[in-house]
């Protein structure tokens, strides 16, 4: 044993010299190759002269950046998280200048600021890839690189770890159960297709369910009903309140903590991983007691907001920086390319990706998932003993490309290696780990209404009460997991001109979308209205928008049967008929009734609900938001996600019985920890029996 800790101490001791040696000869080529950067004084030196200031030089750069970036990092907590990663290459570069300084034969070297940022960027890289290179083959030196991914203090919080397997939860977001079968079959998604066996060469070690989403198909009800346990009350992404007069939003941090509290006391229980826990880069926490880039706590001001914990943890290390910057730019300019190639190919159907969109997604695709990836690596090299973690990136990409597109296949590929990558290091953590992939619904492709139509739902609620019109039909914005993260990292309120519409007169409705899925609501009245209220109102209202070709069905309160759907050409038929007689709600399947009667009794649901049209020939809806692949309403592979389980766990649901609803999802996933011997969730009475 002694033999074995002298051999390792030695390879380490190896791998430093080599780093320290690649560092030193970078320095001494970009020495050569940038004029504003010399190794000498003025009056010349020899070479010898020359290589010890350059090894010098590396050395301390080395010690500086390992023992005092981390105390820099720390320094600047109140920094946005973003913002850190661009002060990344100055102060590199500033601690370069500090060590060319340190010659002790002083002759230190000189450059330019701009000279030295460049020098430290390219210097970081090469270390890092030389440290990664010669650790490939070393399991133990692969194992303490990943570590120094993780945040420290999560080592500190778990000085023992017990046997028991732990559970990882990957939700890859906005993934249908089709994309990722389809995925899986061309050879886009390799660990998936080994995990399932159908790679043909390995036994299956997964099992592939489908489940359903609510009526509300989007990451702020499913997200909740699966780490909370609780859908109700959840209408839609966005609705307006009328006892608080606000409109709620699932991606605004102070809306996204409102529904976890509420979500919690309707459940009994602070979530799935209210036991040794950690929630990684979701919308709510989960009753986790390690969070980072969790938005239901980033609105919090105080030292016990650890949302943004995930970015400091990982670019403490300035190799990651550096990395991570480097794909972030490459990514920019493939979306640039991706879409400019789009219009010029005049692609249909297609939304605008211009602005500030290439900055958005590169922050979805590079550096969430990289944080979120290695704060995951963290935890399970700390024995957590649940990780809930959410990847946004092909959804991001989705919504503006399409879900079946070459540039959200990319994105798949990705999303695939970042599994083998959490695979891998499952082998080097001190207790077993099962992996679960979930995801939180699916998307449905189809042109906008606006596209298509020429104007928005707002614009023809307004015709319908014979409001006027704007002769420019106006842009229904996007809201997004990835663009709520960026402005969260940002520290930018996470508001919407849309959101914050307050109507000069309070007879004029407020319209809201999510996905193909609106909401209309008049707030000068407290109630929800009656249909009767409605058209005694505007007697043109409901007609118009039944009729409407891009329209699929309407559900509003009745004074005579409760609750009525409407469609066209006069169909109206009352929620307890719709199994007999589903009326406009036929093409969205079977299930579709179910949904609609429950999200009828929520108190928040809007006075008049709107579904796009549905076409089930090519599965397309109508978005009613700026994006060619929707989720939020029904109609298509949107509310079809998948669960991907290990077969060591029981299955999902008996023989013959379909997973409905993100509240079914959720109790599964609390058997499955219960089986593991993991976290034990407080159970009302009877509920065990459901969850089987």
């Given at each position: 044993m002694r033999d074995g800790r002298w051999r390792r101490a030695a390879s380490q001791?190896?791998?430093?010299?080599?780093?320290?040696?690649?560092?030193?000869?970078?320095?001494?080529?970009?020495?050569?190759?940038?004029?504003?950067?010399?190794?000498?004084?003025?009056?010349?030196?020899?070479?010898?002269?020359?290589?010890?200031?350059?090894?010098?030089?590396?050395?301390?750069?080395?010690?500086?950046?390992?023992?005092?970036?981390?105390?820099?990092v720390r320094l600047l907590l109140l920094v946005p998280a973003l913002v850190l990663g661009l002060l990344v290459f100055f102060l590199n570069g500033a601690l370069l200048l500090l060590a060319l300084r340190l010659n002790p034969a002083e002759r230190g070297g000189a450059a330019a600021w701009e000279t030295a940022v460049v020098v430290a960027a390219v210097m970081s890289a090469v270390a890092s890839a030389?440290?990664?290179?010669?650790?490939?083959?070393?399991?133990?030196?692969?194992?303490?690189?990943?570590?120094?991914?993780?945040?420290?203090?999560?080592?500190?919080?778990?000085?023992?770890?017990?046997?028991?397997?732990?559970?990882?939860?990957?939700?890859?977001?906005?993934?249908?159960?089709?994309?990722?079968?389809?995925?899986?079959?061309?050879?886009?998604?390799?660990?998936?297709?080994?995990?399932?066996?159908?790679?043909?060469?390995?036994?299956?070690?997964?099992?592939?369910?489908?489940?359903?989403?609510?009526?509300?198909?989007?990451?702020?009800?499913?997200q909740l009903g699966i780490l909370h346990g609780s859908t109700f009350d959840v209408p839609a992404f966005r609705w307006y309140e009328k006892d608080r007069g606000e409109v709620v939003v699932c991606n605004r941090p102070t809306s996204a903590a409102e529904l976890q509290r509420r979500a919690a006391r309707h459940a009994g229980h602070d979530g799935l991983l209210a036991v040794d826990g950690?929630?990684?880069?979701?919308?709510?926490?989960?009753?986790?007691?390690?969070?980072?880039?969790?938005?239901?706590?980033?609105?919090?001001?105080?030292?016990?907001?650890?949302?943004?914990?995930?970015?400091?943890?990982?670019?403490?290390?300035?190799?990651?920086?550096?990395?991570?910057?480097?794909?972030?730019?490459?990514?920019?300019?493939?979306?640039?390319?991706?879409?400019?190639?789009a219009r010029l190919r005049k692609e249909r159907p297609r939304v605008s990706r211009g602005g500030l969109y290439p900055l958005v997604r590169a922050f979805a695709t590079v550096v969430e998932r990289d944080v979120v990836v290695a704060a995951v690596m963290g935890d399970m090299l700390a024995g957590r003993t649940a990780v809930y973690a959410d990847l946004v990136a092909y959804d991001e990409v989705a919504h503006h490309s399409g879900p079946f597109s070459k540039d959200a296949e990319k994105v798949l590929e990705r999303l695939d290696r970042s599994l083998a990558l959490i695979e891998k290091v499952a082998e080097h953590a001190p207790r077993p780990y099962r992996i679960v992939v979930l995801s939180d619904h699916g998307q449905s492709p189809g042109e906008t209404f606006r596209a298509r139509y020429g104007l928005t739902l707002g614009d023809l609620v307004r015709a319908g009460c014979g409001l006027p019109v704007p002769r420019k039909a106006q842009r229904t914005r996007s809201g997004t997991e990835a663009r709520a993260a960026v402005r969260a990292a940002l520290r930018i309120p996470v508001e919407e001109r849309g959101e914050q519409h307050r109507p000069a007169r309070r007879s004029e409705p407020i319209v809201l979308a999510s996905g193909n899925l609106g909401l209309v609501s008049f707030p000068d009245v407290p109630h929800r209205m009656s249909k009767e209220e409605i058209d005694a109102r505007h007697p043109a209202l409901l007609p118009t928008l039944a009729n409407h070709p891009g329209i699929g069905f309407l559900l509003v309160r009745s004074e005579r049967h409760g609750g009525v759907v409407l469609g066209a050409y006069g169909a109206e038929i009352p929620l307890d008929d719709l199994d007999e007689n589903p009326g406009p709600l036929a093409p969205f399947g079977p299930g579709a009734a179910d949904l609609?009667?429950?999200?009828?009794?929520?108190?928040?649901t809007a006075d008049i609900m709107v579904n796009s049209f549905y076409d089930p020939a090519d599965g397309e809806v109508l978005s009613f938001e700026e994006q060619i692949g929707s989720h939020g309403g029904l109609g298509g592979a949107q509310g079809r996600p998948f669960l991907l389980s290990p077969l060591t766990f029981s299955a999902p649901a008996g023989e013959g019985a379909e997973l409905v609803g993100a509240e079914h999802v959720h109790r599964v996933l609390r058997r499955w920890l219960r089986e593991s011997d993991g976290p034990q969730v407080p159970l009302e009475a009877g509920q065990d029996q459901r969850a089987a």
């Open positions: 001791v190896g791998r430093s010299v080599a780093v320290w040696a690649a560092s030193t000869l970078t320095m001494l080529v970009l020495a050569g190759l940038l004029p504003d950067f010399r190794l000498r004084s003025a009056d010349g030196d020899s070479a010898t002269d020359i290589a010890v200031t350059a090894a010098s030089g590396a050395g301390a750069f080395g010690l500086l950046s390992a023992l005092v970036w981390p105390l820099l030389t440290g990664a290179a010669l650790a490939v083959r070393d399991d133990d030196a692969y194992r303490r690189r990943l570590y120094r991914l993780a945040d420290r203090r999560r080592r500190r919080s778990a000085p023992s770890c017990p046997a028991t397997p732990g559970t990882v939860f990957l939700q890859l977001d906005g993934v249908g159960h089709d994309v990722l079968t389809d995925a899986v079959g061309q050879g886009l998604m390799p660990t998936v297709a080994r995990w399932l066996g159908a790679d043909g060469a390995h036994r299956p070690t997964h099992r592939l369910t489908p489940w359903r989403t609510d009526w509300s198909s989007q990451t702020g009800a499913s950690a929630s990684r880069g979701n919308l709510f926490s989960g009753g986790a007691g390690e969070q980072a880039l969790v938005l239901s706590v980033a609105a919090r001001r105080s030292r016990q907001n650890r949302s943004r914990a995930g970015y400091f943890a990982y670019f403490c290390d300035p190799a990651n920086a550096v990395r991570t910057a480097l794909s972030f730019a490459a990514e920019v300019g493939r979306e640039i390319g991706q879409s400019t190639r609609v009667r429950r999200t009828h009794t929520f108190p928040h």
